[in-house]
């Protein structure tokens, strides 16, 4: 498949997660509408879509919803399967995506390091 179709599919489930988390169409209390889906990776047969989640109530937080969001993970393929008009809906996998806080450290760490100076280069 494409990449511009393979993004095309990654967005759709984006979105289509995203509304059901918001209309609260999934009925967990662990998983609640603060919480935002950061990406979706979808592999080139389209067979899984890795789903990264991230939120701002914290770490633990997050990680109660994603184990919620794979045990709902069946439901959401089934809810999934009307709207993306493909022979076979991806399985889903939701995964705590850590790259906005890995950013954060990052760029603390770069700003403890002193510019060079001209003499220094």
Known sequence: ???HRLKRVENLIRDQISAMIMRKVIKDPRVDSLLSISRVKVSKDIGYADVFISGIRGERQVEKAVDALN?????IQHKLKGKLHLRNTPKLRFKVDTSIAESF???QKLKTISPLTAEEQ
Request: overall charge negative; hydrophobic content about 55%; proline content about 0%.
């Open 105 to 107: 450290i990052m760029s």
């Open 71 to 75: 045990h709902a993970a069946g439901f």
């Open 1 to 3: 498949m494409s990449e």
